[in-house]
């Protein structure tokens, strides 16, 4: 059964106890008699943690931290604890070391408001302390102490608009008010869950001053839908009175965006062959779009499921197949919304339950000894294993209710999986049978019910009395041990001999018909006795008893079950330093364990949604996950605790890796100045002759371990540990064209930025039609591609005192610019741009030199054409008799093309959408033109459709047509037409005629 299983320590029930015989070495008289007191001492008092939260959190729960209250002590007769002068029942005292309170312990408090705790140990249980600002008077007879503990209300965060609508980029305002905290922050919250963008409060850029309680959000040049969130802490060690991000949210959406208020199925559990109902609500749309990718077991036309009416509203029928689809238990609708100027609304997806209905596949008693019970009766167990996921159970004997799973007097009676029965797979102990039942179980689902029965006679049968493995009784519960041996025993009644069997513990328990049972062969057989069973290297393993008689053939048998108790062998992290908002792997290796449990005492500065994934356990009983340390933690220690847990809920022990946070180091400024400048602030610098270079730089902080100023030949310009935030260095006599690189690192990441000192020029610019050429090459398959024609070049360069421009023509079969028999330079007359008058015939080449009286540098692009067409595509006849025919000519212009071909696309739809794919094309082949020409000229072109209408096939007796065809194919109503054009090279465009130059078949 599932138990979970708490230990406690229990305390003195009074602390006025008397000390322990033993004497000190150096005792003190005190008093007229002749009795020895001896002072006591208190050797130490602390309170932990020193603030903690108290009150009603931002979700309306109420929570409130504990401190611990230590203590060590000698010659001590009673202890006293008050909080705020009110004393503390110690009766909970946790003692330490094995002694008693006197001596030490420990007491969970939970205080509500601001706390002085104060401690008295007394030398005589009826003394009185006479404690004085705090200090103990008569030290003779007792000791204190006292600590402050400051209790803090939970932080609170609020977001309101009156309206979730905003005006698209224009500035709006949202309202906030933040109590009880000491930090906040508010933000919209991006893809990750996280905090994208911080916002503006009230023009000042920060949104995260303590001293900012309430106000306004101002945001503004937002064009789509946001989630604004936020965080905040109160101030307090436990953590249980911070604001997480998702915690508060408000979303807004612009307005005259479509918007989806709702999507909902009626009802959400569905059989297959069912039917729902969806409904819509929207605001601003004209449309609605459902789709779904389970389409294929869907029989309604989706496309149908469209309308919204005037208050934005729709509704349609959905219908599901009737198939056997075991691995299906959901389907997803995904809906988006149109307005009349087609934007889209964001996606709004649902999904509802579909399968079948519950399916007893066996009901049946768990051992057959159970059918024939002896002529006194007994007890039976009853097991069934259920398909299709039953939500409800009603078992009845004779047609009285025994077992009713939604109610909870019943529910403790199955045995196999605790308190809650399992309703797929499970076992019901029915006591005291005496007399023939017949047993009914009836099992029922959202989706439809099942039933079954089963009949138990009473004769004679033998009767397992007792089972234990390592003294534990396994017919109440399954036994955990932690080792891979243990002890079986057990008695018998009647019985001529045993039979023992293991199996692989299946997902429906030890009484599940999947398990596999295979016979222990070392085992010895007799009626009653013991067994060491070996190999248990499993997390769960099912074993079955078997007693028999041989006069009668009969037997009973019983199933439990041993698991492993649960290990945690291994917890690491990677990396073990990281920076904040970044990812750490967590990684575990827990035998026999089925899960892990994942805790951080600095559950702010990580990703708590993350930590809450940090769950699963392969086969190899080993397991992973990634966490996000928030961003803007500030730089300390975050520690991960982790416990693996296994059968019923057993807990390891706790392991705990730590990461240690920090931030990279950031360069805000790495720049170079000549002798001849004013200033530095370029990572370029323009030098005419061998000048001293000063490199300057500023760091966002001075964090960096490593600091290097390296040139581009390798050579280290300055180096340093222990760098200052601002500084620069002297580079002198720099006579050639060199960059410098700064390179600044420390263990949590690393940055770098360049200088350049230039003797010669710079091409920074080279467009070709608008086409960066510079990221183009010179092989084919890096080309700039353009339309046949003319060429547009625009080109920026940097300290340089001419540019040249030249064009060289390659062959058609050509792939590179080495492939160039000779180039022609293009007048450019030394301005910044140029045009090329010429067409590019099918592949040519363009190099850009720019150069100063130093040196020169150049950029060669290769250039590929493609064939377009160059004017509208018209026809000559808006319509034509689908029963006549007619003919209809097709013109057109086309450019750089070498040959053409028509296609004629037909549609079912007189006004397809843009959507709409045509029911069926034809190539018009008597139209297609080879050798138009491969130079760059515009030609006119042209073709003649002809359509014969409907045309009979052949004539039979008496004149009847035997058989009819049509062209254009039958049912079309709309013909449009394509063009493609295409060069030597197999380069193509295509285009379409506009809708009116389509044609209407009448």
């Known amino acids: 059964m599932n138990w979970k299983k708490k230990l406690t320590t229990t305390g003195l029930a009074t602390v006025l106890i008397a000390a322990s015989t033993g004497c000190p070495s150096d005792p003190e008289e005190i008093g007229n008699d002749d009795t020895p007191v001896f002072e006591p001492t208190l050797e130490s008092f602390e309170v932990s943690p020193a603030a903690v939260t108290s009150g009603t959190d931002v979700h309306g729960d109420s929570v409130q931290g504990e401190v611990l209250l230590e203590w060590e002590a000698e010659d001590a007769e009673a202890i006293l604890i008050f909080a705020n002068d009110s004393e503390l029942d110690l009766s909970d005292c946790a003692p330490a070391d094995g002694g008693d309170c006197l001596d030490g312990g420990s007491l969970v408090h939970e205080p509500d408001e601001d706390t002085t705790y104060r401690i008295e140990v007394l030398s005589d249980a009826d003394a009185d302390c006479e404690i004085d600002d705090g200090e103990a008077q008569n030290t003779d007879l007792c000791a204190s102490d006292s600590a402050d503990v400051e209790v803090f209300a939970p932080a609170l965060l609020s977001l309101d608009r009156e309206d979730d609508r905003f005006p698209q980029d224009e500035e709006f305002a ?26 503006e409060i009230d023009g000042s850029g920060v949104c995260s001053r303590p001293d900012a309680n309430s106000g306004e959000l101002t945001l503004s040049g937002l064009d789509s839908s946001i989630t604004l969130s936020g965080w905040a802490e109160n101030g307090a060690d436990d953590d249980l009175g911070m604001v997480d991000v998702g915690d508060v949210e408000l979303t807004l959406h612009p307005e005259g965006v479509p918007v989806i208020r709702y999507l909902r199925a009626t009802p959400a559990h569905v059989p297959f062959g069912g039917e729902t109902t969806l409904e819509w609500e929207t605001e601003d749309s004209e449309e609605i779009e459902i789709t779904s990718g389970f389409s294929d077991i869907i029989e309604t036309d989706l496309s ?48 509802i339950v579909l399968g079948h209905s519950p399916n007893i596949e066996e009901f049946d008693v768990t051992d057959d000894a159970f059918r024939a019970l002896p002529a006194d009766g007994g007890d039976i167990e009853l097991m069934w294993d259920i398909a299709h996921d039953p939500t409800h159970l009603v078992l009845t004997a004779d047609g009285e209710t025994i077992l009713d799973t939604d109610d909870d007097t019943g529910v403790e009676f199955c045995q196999s999986s605790g308190p809650e029965c399992d309703l797929s797979s499970d076992v019901f102990a029915v006591e005291d049978v005496t007399e023939p039942t017949t047993f009914t179980l009836t099992a029922t ?24 493995v390592d003294g534990h009784d396994v017919l109440d519960e399954a036994a955990v041990v932690d080792a891979e041996s243990a002890t079986l025993e057990w008695t018998t009644e009647d019985a001529d001999a045993a039979q023992l069997a293991r199996a692989d513990s299946p997902e429906g328990g030890c009484d599940s018909s999947d398990a596999d049972w295979n016979d222990v062969d070392d085992f010895n057989e007799d009626p009653s006795g013991d067994f060491e069973i070996s190999g248990l290297d499993q997390a769960e393993e099912c074993f079955r008893l078997t007693a028999s008689e041989d006069e009668a053939g009969q037997s009973a048998s019983v199933t439990f079950k041993i698991a492993r108790a649960p290990l945690l062998t291994s917890f690491d992290v990677d990396p073990t330093t990281t920076s904040p908002g970044e990812y750490v792997t967590l990684s575990w290796e827990a035998p026999f364990a089925s899960e892990v449990g994942a805790d951080s005492p600095d559950i702010g500065h990580i990703n708590a949604d993350h930590l809450e994934n940090c769950t699963e356990v392969g086969e190899d009983f080993q397991g992973s996950c990634e966490v996000r340390i928030s961003p803007g933690t500030s730089a300390s220690d975050v520690t991960f605790t982790l416990h693996s847990i296994g059968f019923d809920g057993l807990e390891s022990g706790e392991e705990s890796v730590t990461v240690f946070l920090g931030s990279p180091p950031e360069i805000d400024l790495f720049c170079g100045q000549a002798e001849s400048d004013d200033q530095c602030g370029s990572t370029t610098v323009a030098l005419d002759d061998v000048e001293d270079i000063t490199l300057e730089w500023e760091l966002e902080a001075s964090n960096a371990t490593e600091f290097s100023i390296v040139d581009d030949g390798g050579n280290v310009e300055f180096e340093t540990t222990d760098p200052d935030q601002t500084g620069s260095i002297v580079v002198p006599d720099v006579e050639d064209t060199t960059s410098w690189t700064l390179n600044v690192s420390n263990d949590f990441g690393s940055d770098s930025a360049s200088v350049t ?24 398959d890096d080309a700039v591609e353009i339309a046949t024609g003319d060429a547009d070049l625009e080109w920026e360069t940097f300290d340089a005192d001419d540019t040249s421009l030249e064009y060289g023509d390659l062959d058609a079969e050509a792939t590179s610019c080495d492939e160039v028999n000779g180039w022609t330079e293009i007048a450019t007359g030394g301005a910044d741009d140029s045009h090329l008058e010429a067409g590019i015939s099918q592949n ?55 040959s053409v071909t028509f296609r004629a696309r037909y549609y079912d ?50 004149g009847a047509c035997l058989g009819w065809s049509y062209d254009p194919p039958q049912g079309t109503e709309l013909v ?27």
């Open 976 to 1002: 449009e037409y394509e063009v493609c054009v295409f060069d030597a090279n197999g380069d193509s465009s295509c285009d379409l005629t506009e809708p009116g130059e389509n044609v209407e078949i009448n």
């Open 909 to 958: 739809d007189s006004e397809p959408g843009e959507e709409d794919e045509p029911s069926s094309t034809e190539l018009l082949e008597s139209c297609t033109e080879s050798g138009i020409g491969s130079e760059a000229v515009e030609d006119n072109v042209s073709c003649s459709h002809v359509m014969s209408g409907r045309t009979c096939d052949g004539v039979g007796v008496g």
């Open 844 to 898: 040519g080449c363009f190099r850009l030199t720019a150069s100063n009286p130093q040196q020169s540098s150049s950029v060669t692009v290769f250039v590929r054409n493609f064939p377009y067409v160059s004017a509208a595509i018209t026809t000559s006849e808006s319509s034509v008799s689908g029963e006549d025919g007619g003919s209809v000519t097709i013109s057109t212009s086309v450019f750089g093309a070498e």
């Open 174 to 199: 949202v309202e906030f008010e933040v109590e009880n905290a000491r930090d906040f922050e508010i933000g919209i919250v991006g893809d990750d869950g996280a905090l994208e963008e911080i916002c």
């Open 304 to 351: 149908e499921c469209s309308e919204i009416d005037e208050d934005g509203q729709g509704s349609c029928d959905v219908r599901f197949q009737d198939v056997v689809l075991e691995d299906l238990d959901s389907v997803s609708f995904t809906a988006v919304a149109f307005s009349e100027d087609a934007q889209e609304s964001d996606p709004f997806e649902i999904s």
């Open 445 to 468: 689902s959202p989706i439809g019910s099942d039933s079954a029965s089963v009949n138990v006679s009473v004769e004679g049968a033998p009767e397992i009395l007792t089972v234990t």
């Open 757 to 780: 000192a230039f003797f010669g020029p710079v091409i920074e610019v080279f467009e070709i039609n608008g086409i960066d050429a510079l990221d183009a090459g010179t092989d084919r």
